[in-house]
């Protein structure tokens, strides 16, 4: 997941860098130096900062399609923790299901018989 919010903000700061050159070079006189280099400067602080919006953006796109994707019972999750969701997976795999509540096992009881001293 990391893999592709970094590719979508890579390709949104780059679109955008694209974006703002050709829009600063197609002005009259940008062909000098310092309208070129203005162009430049300009299509690289915009190229950064969509960089960091379009990482932000796929961030939480991301993360929310993700955690919206699974069956109905995701809705049951308390702020999609992970330990629920190994927990009804345990539960869908054991025989019974959700019908068979899981039982805390209780220490054996010993078989010697306490003596009063």
Same mark, same amino acid.
């Given at each position: 997941?990391?893999?592709? *919010?970094?590719?979508?903000? /890579? ?6 860098? $694209? =974006? %703002? &050159? $050709?829009?600063?070079?197609? /002005? @009259?006189? @940008?062909?000098?130096? /310092?309208?070129?280099?203005? =162009? &430049? +400067?300009? @299509?690289?602080?915009?190229?950064? *900062?969509?960089?960091? *919006?379009?990482? %932000? ?16 019972? =995701? ?6 923790? *992970?330990?629920?969701? $190994? ?5 869908? &795999?054991? !025989?019974?299901?959700?019908?068979? !509540? +899981?039982?805390?096992?209780? !220490? ?10």
């Amino acid at each position: 997941m990391i893999y592709w *919010i970094k590719r979508g903000g /890579r390709l949104f700061g780059t679109a955008l860098f $694209f =974006a %703002v &050159l $050709f829009s600063m070079l197609l /002005r @009259a006189d @940008a062909l000098s130096v /310092r309208q070129g280099t203005t =162009a &430049l +400067f300009c @299509a690289l602080l915009a190229g950064s *900062i969509g960089w960091f *919006i379009g990482t %932000v953006v796929c961030d939480i796109l991301l993360k929310g399609i993700c955690a919206d994707l699974g069956d109905g019972g =995701a809705e049951r999750l308390v702020e999609g923790g *992970i330990l629920q969701r $190994f927990q009804m997976m345990h539960e869908q &795999l054991t !025989p019974g299901g959700e019908e068979m !509540p +899981f039982v805390e096992k209780q !220490p054996a009881r010993s078989r010697r018989k306490k003596r009063k001293h």
